[in-house]
């Protein structure tokens, strides 16, 4: 077969293959942006336990951490009163992701929320819309992730002192039952910076002068701002709370998706649907049958949440009733925890045999062309080849933040400009494999333009292919529906950057096989390999073979 139809053939099979993992990547994103978990349309509690705190003044301290604690006297004089918690953030650690787990008290995969990007849907429930339901006042000021996730009632000022001022209004009596306040580091500045410290301390004086502890609780908690890669691992981030119903001289560890089930245990408002964290209730003033019935209201919202995930994977069984003494508390939510993976795992196992007709298939086929494509005459160029691809592409990843995850959560929004960011990496890391490719097959005694075309067009088929391959291995275990949580950010990041990676190596094809023909070329002009044998005698067979082949036509 001729090598010039063959071109045509791989390059329709690149852009076929291309058009396909674009439709899936926009299906993919289209659904993580616009998760919603199961409670979305189940009714939810409109009253909560009795109130500990006439108030509450939630404050969010971008880029604060636990050792800046003692050397903010604002900070310490609260944590001598009442308590303090180091809280590890769940990953991802952005400001984004860890605001979402602050409001819901439920981690990045349960809320759905750790992009970034504006315009997608809303909080399915939080603690401002748990204070609304209940007819509690709510306000919030600042600027940063907790006004885009808090919706209504919050406000944007222009400055630190208009921040103080509006502040103050909020937390002076007559106020919202909730506030909700986001304080940045003044001027961008580090927390390692003294000066920013002091002038977060100021902040933070002027803003809680106005607050009476005798009827308010105060809890103050750092979000994370940590630059890639780190923001792709757990964080930890400082907690001191004092004030009405708030325990003096407590501390210890727990996560961030404990702050909201405390807040609104503390308020006497309805827990968040989806929270998974728990109250802090050594932390409380609740005790007897107070505290029970806290605990108990907490155990029928995550029976209700348990349920309804249950009912979306096709789980009929009926739950126990929660247990009305505080102490069998951790057993029953073990037992929730134990359910849920069980219905999850049978999910799993009986969606998967359903996949393997089409996608099993489509495993099978790559797999087969791989064996095959590596082992013709071309192999070692495409090897060598693809083995470029992969080591630039994650060096070049590594430069720009570390990792999938870090590289989808810093994306802001879906535009040309940050596709063409995104698809760099893939264009240079393709662009040298095809110059590998070409400068190999042409030392290897490949001279002719249509055969080195073919193997640098291999060489991108089969990077489009291996990166593809674990794409589809997660399409066949996870499926596309996601009926109780999403998979790990990690995953989702890294199917989204497979996927991603198919498309720009598909649409991009016809520029290698330029790059890899013309570096051939160079090769042959720069370093001729030295002839071996006869020259005229091969000249002789050369034009034997053509009269050969044109009477074979005729």
Not at 108 to 125: K, N, W
Not at 220 to 248: C, D, F, K, N, T
Not at 403 to 419: D, K, R
Not at 476 to 481: E, K, P, V
Request: glycine share 8%; with cysteine.
């Amino acid at each position: 077969m001729r090598r010039g139809p063959v071109l045509f053939v791989i390059l329709a099979l690149l852009f076929a293959f291309g058009y396909a993992a674009q439709r899936t990547l926009m299906a993919a994103w289209h659904r993580v942006t616009t998760y919603a978990p199961p409670v979305s349309d189940a009714a939810l509690t409109e009253s909560g336990a009795t109130p500990l705190a006439d108030r509450l003044v939630l404050i969010a301290v971008s880029g604060l951490e636990a050792s800046d604690v003692t050397l903010l006297p604002s900070l310490d004089w609260i944590r001598r009163q009442g308590g303090s918690y180091h809280l590890t953030v769940p990953a991802p650690a952005s400001e984004a992701a860890a605001a979402a787990t602050l409001l819901t008290g439920a981690p990045p995969e349960v809320h759905g929320r750790f992009l970034s990007t504006p315009g997608g849907p809303g909080l399915t429930d939080s603690l401002p819309q748990a204070a609304a339901r209940a007819q509690r006042g709510v306000g919030g000021i600042g600027a940063g992730a907790l006004g885009m996730h808090a919706e209504e009632n919050w406000q944007v000022p222009t400055s630190d002192t208009e921040l103080v001022e509006m502040a103050r209004t909020l937390v002076a009596p007559g106020g919202p039952h909730l506030v909700l306040i986001q304080v940045p580091m003044p001027g961008g500045k580090p927390a390692a910076d003294r000066t920013a410290l002091a002038e977060l301390d100021a902040l933070l004086v002027q803003i809680l002068e106005p607050v009476d502890l005798q009827s308010t609780a105060v809890m103050v908690v750092g979000l994370p701002v940590r630059q890639p890669p780190l923001s792709m691992m757990e964080a930890s981030v400082p907690l001191v709370m004092a004030g009405a119903g708030i325990q003096p001289e407590v501390w210890g560890t727990a996560s961030l998706t404990d702050v909201a089930p405390t807040a609104a245990a503390l308020l006497g408002i309805p827990f968040p649907a989806i929270s998974q964290g728990q109250p802090l209730m050594e932390a409380l003033t609740a005790e007897g049958r107070t505290a029970d019935v806290i605990v108990s209201q907490y155990l029928a919202t995550r029976r209700a949440y348990t349920h309804a995930a249950l009912e979306a994977l096709g789980d009929e069984r009926e739950l126990p009733e929660p247990p009305e003494a505080r102490a069998e508390a951790a057993a029953y939510l073990d037992q929730l925890s134990e359910l849920l993976q069980q219905a999850r795992s049978a999910h799993w196992r009986a969606a998967a045999p359903a996949r393997l007709p089409y996608l099993g298939g489509l495993l099978a086929v790559l797999l087969l062309y791989l064996a095959l494509a590596l082992r013709q005459r071309f192999g070692f160029p495409l090897r060598l080849g693809l083995c470029t691809y992969l080591a630039a592409f994650h060096l070049l990843l590594l430069l720009q933040g570390g990792g999938y995850l870090t590289a989808l959560v810093s994306l802001q929004a879906v535009t040309p400009g940050s596709f063409a960011l995104r698809a760099l990496p893939v264009a240079l890391s393709m662009g040298l494999a095809s110059l590998t490719c070409g400068f190999v097959a042409a030392r290897q005694g490949m001279r002719r333009a249509p055969f080195v075309g073919a193997a640098t067009l291999h060489t991108a088929l089969t990077a489009a292919v291996v990166t593809a391959i674990p794409a589809v291995v997660l399409l066949i275990i996870y499926g596309r529906d996601f009926p109780a949580g999403l998979p790990a950010p990690g995953l989702v990041a890294w199917f989204l950057a497979a996927v991603f990676q198919v498309v720009v190596i598909s649409y991009l094809s016809p520029i290698w096989l330029v790059l890899g023909v013309n570096a051939a070329r160079l090769t042959q002009r720069l370093w001729p390999q030295r002839e071996t044998g006869d020259p005229a005698r091969k000249a002789d067979n050369v034009i034997r073979l053509k009269t050969i082949r044109r009477h074979t036509r005729k």
